[in-house]
């Protein structure tokens, strides 16, 4: 249920005689209260990319943005129309699957928080038609006429009104969240839909520790203290996976199961090793220690997410195609895992700007395998420091024109005038193959 139904009562809220608005309006509201995002704005996409509601996607797996990636849900896998270079296109993409329509409207309140390049539209988020302009600037849509066909929709339905009715009711302590919600805003279905009690204060303290050292950020922590969310449950995992100096004792009362308390065994060192890998991607702020990764531990799940990243599995990073099989422990190094992390970081930033999966051709090469495929003999795939991939939807000219054009999304470099994408971290300079 929406908390604007529950704190203010549906009557204050406006009405535009239109069935779809008014029937996730609140959840507009709801996000604004909760992250800042104007509620007309969200509206006007929400008629945008779901087609009053009538999407395939909306109606089935409840994405009313056309967001893409994996949702609380999983992903779908549906065509969708792009514009590039002039032309429209149809292509086939992963969008994220939720179980609500309250789900999807929570997901897309964070997602331009989350999501740096959306910082400009954030700083302008009392202004709804200026946000609307900075979120296309920033990539949202590559229609080339998007942030008019919203402001079009702002004024004729007259969205602004839900902004100012949102700043009436001020902003939600928790945020939004739909019963059984994946993310951790709003109330808790396992407390009746009340604030998090003192018993909760055991899992509160565990998420302060988590933001210590960098396994949960600050925003993470205040959208659901002292609830165990899947977010503190994963930072919990990264933490108790990459750090040998930590263990666990169970906590009487705090309603935490197979976790329990972290409890310092060792006290981490102030400075951190050379291999650090430090992620800065939107969604967390993990640091591994790369000395720390061996492949006993990471053979045990090579679906795992790689430490430090966000999208990139050890899978994707050690999967030999051509052999039919991943690189097995002789073929494997603490040398190159530490690349292969640094390396995961690095394309976060890529695929984030792209907003688009990146599909991953090959990564490592143990030297058998590169003869096979006849890499160069000095390849930096062969150290795990590079990837060959494409990005659904763009070419590789694409992305190249992209990456060449704004060096801080990379720190490395690759090859040109091949038809993927090589990018590695052994090179500062393009070169050709």
């Known amino acids: 249920m929406s908390n604007v139904a529950t704190q203010a009562g549906s009557g204050g809220l406006p009405k535009t005689g239109n069935a779809f608005v008014d029937s996730v309006s609140a959840d507009a509201v709801d996000s604004q209260r909760a992250t800042g995002v104007p509620a007309s704005v969200t509206l006007a996409q929400a008629i945008l990319e779901s087609n009053w509601g009538k999407s395939g996607l909306s109606k089935k797996y409840h994405n009313y943005f056309g967001i893409k990636g994996k949702g609380s849900a999983g992903t779908a896998v549906m065509s969708t129309g792009e514009h590039f270079n002039g032309k429209d296109v149809v292509i086939k993409d992963g969008f994220r699957a939720y179980r609500s329509a309250t789900e999807s409207f929570v997901d897309h309140g964070r997602f331009f928080i989350e999501n740096k390049r959306y910082a400009e539209a954030m700083r302008n988020k009392d202004d709804a038609e200026r946000f609307a302009q900075e979120i296309h600037k920033a990539g949202y849509a590559t229609d080339p006429d998007y942030s008019q066909k919203l402001i079009s929709l702002i004024r004729k339905y007259k969205l602004v009104a839900f902004d100012k009715y949102a700043r009436s009711l001020g902003p939600l302590k928790t945020g939004p969240a739909p019963k059984g919600s994946s993310n951790e805003t709003g109330t808790s279905s396992s407390n009746g839909g009340k604030e998090p009690s003192s018993s909760n204060q055991a899992v509160k303290e565990l998420q302060l520790l988590l933001v210590k050292y960098g396994y949960l950020t600050q925003q993470q922590m205040q959208t659901g203290p002292g609830i165990l969310g899947p ?93 039919g099989r991943h690189a097995n422990e002789n073929e494997v190094t603490p040398t190159i895992l530490s690349n292969i992390a640094r ?91």
């Open 343 to 433: 390396q995961a970081k690095a394309l976060d930033r890529v695929r984030e700007h792209f907003n688009k999966p990146i599909v991953v051709h090959c990564w490592l090469r143990p030297p058998a395998y590169n003869k096979k495929v006849g890499g160069a003999k000095n390849s930096a795939h062969l150290r795990g420091a590079a990837t060959d991939f494409h990005i659904e939807g763009y070419t590789a000219d694409q992305v190249r024109k992209v990456l060449l054009n704004d060096k801080s999304i990379y720190p490395g470099a690759g090859e040109l005038k091949v038809t993927w994408m090589h990018l590695d971290l052994e090179h500062k300079v393009w070169f050709s193959p």
């Open 231 to 323: 977010q503190t449950q994963a930072a919990v995992t990264r933490f108790l996976e990459g750090n040998a100096h930590v263990t666990t004792t169970s906590t009487p009362g705090s309603g935490v199961t197979g976790t329990g308390a972290v409890k310092e065994s060792t006290p981490p060192k102030t400075t951190p090793p050379t291999t650090t890998t430090t992620t800065t991607s939107s969604s967390s702020s993990t640091s591994v220690d790369t000395n720390k990764l061996t492949y006993a531990q990471i053979s045990k799940d090579l679906k795992a997410k790689i430490p430090g990243a966000r999208y990139f599995t050890w899978h994707d990073a050690l999967w030999l195609p051509s052999f």
